[in-house]
């Protein structure tokens, strides 16, 4: 994937984790997206495919820079919001991958109640998009 194509998909912005001003996102030489903040003199590096992912929603919910403006603790939020979401999904995968046909009741029980929260969470998201709850 080109520099650009990958730079696309990031927001243009992230909020500092302890101050909440909004910083640009760079990549790093190995073309990571990493962001610093010279007000509170922090450098944040992610560094997993699960943290690109999580920027990567993000942008998808909207441009960081445009929505949360004057709401710089919302951002935080909509983070930790996309994380559940990403460890929802996970969840669901490893109990219909651990065998090749479900047969367990409580595993049925435990999928539903996962996609349950999954659509909840994907409301909350859509609320902070502008999307349609439906």
């Known amino acids: 994937m080109l520099i650009s194509e990958l730079l696309d998909q990031l927001p243009a912005e992230m909020p500092c984790p302890v101050c909440y001003n909004l910083k640009k996102l ?3 030489k190995k073309r990571r997206p990493y962001w610093t903040c010279n007000d509170c003199w922090l450098q944040v590096f992610a560094r997993g495919d699960r943290s690109i992912e999580v920027l990567k929603e993000l942008n998808k919910i909207s441009k960081v820079t445009s929505k949360f403006k004057g709401e710089k603790i919302a951002a935080g939020i909509v983070i930790q ?17 651990k065998k090749f046909i479900l047969t ?5 029980k435990k999928i539903r109640s996962l ?11 859509n609320r902070f998009s ?5």
């Open 130 to 134: 502008g999307l349609p709850e439906n």
């Open 26 to 28: 760079k990549l790093s």
């Open 81 to 97: 919001t996309i994380q559940r979401k990403l460890k929802i999904k996970s969840e669901i995968k490893q109990i219909r991958g």
């Open 104 to 108: 367990d009741d409580d595993d049925f």
């Open 115 to 125: 996609e349950v929260e999954l659509d909840e969470i994907q409301k909350i998201l």
